[in-house]
């Protein structure tokens, strides 16, 4: 509050934050669970664009990184076939 008792607020520009997906959006766009996702991310096959602070430290992808992976992983399975 301001010394006349009025609130101010105020606002910071939002820096431009790129396309990010939780564990639980990489996993769709995967197709895998969300344990899999955690798993990529420990053997860094899909590196975390962030982890976030608190008990969980849940991780954020890029979207990129993600659809990246998934068409990795969709030519490595139509080689296979």
Request: hydrophobic share 40%.
């Amino acid at each position: 509050m301001s010394k006349s008792g009025q609130m101010v607020c105020i606002v910071a520009a939002m820096p431009e934050i790129p396309d990010l997906l939780s564990t639980r959006g990489a996993a769709r766009v995967l197709g895998v669970t969300t344990r899999t996702v955690h798993r990529y991310a420990e053997s860094e096959t899909l590196r975390p664009a962030y982890r976030l602070d608190g008990l969980r430290g849940a991780f954020l992808f890029h979207e990129a990184d993600v659809r990246e992976l998934a068409n990795r992983r969709r030519k490595g399975s139509q080689e296979a076939a």
